[in-house]
């Protein structure tokens, strides 16, 4: 699934026209991580700022679908770029 399967769910997306990686937002590079304690500390710190929204996210159609699809065992797997594990709960 891509990242549109869990804006109903109020958890923006990346790449859209207001996604966050279009107002500015670009990811973090492996090297900048590991090499660089103010690169850790500025991703800790955005993670913690980010993360209410996605505690707060409930699982939409969308998820409760795949989840359905799991459960009859209609897939095997599901390979999803999201990390909000919403069509877990």
């Given at each position: 699934t891509g990242a549109g399967v869990s804006t109903e769910s109020g958890i923006?997306?990346?790449r859209s026209p207001k996604g966050?990686?279009?107002?500015?937002h670009k990811p973090m590079q492996h090297d900048?991580?590991?090499?660089?304690e103010s690169h850790r500390q500025r991703y800790w710190?955005?993670?913690?700022?980010g993360w209410k929204?996605?505690?707060q996210a409930q699982p939409n159609e969308g998820h409760r679908s795949?989840?359905?699809?799991?459960?009859?065992g209609a897939v095997d797997a599901v390979i999803?770029?999201?990390?909000?594990?919403l069509h877990q709960k």
């Open positions: 923006p997306d990346y966050s990686y279009n107002t500015g900048e991580f590991v090499f660089s710190a955005r993670s913690m700022s929204p996605f505690s795949i989840a359905l699809l799991e459960d009859l999803t770029q999201n990390v909000d594990a």
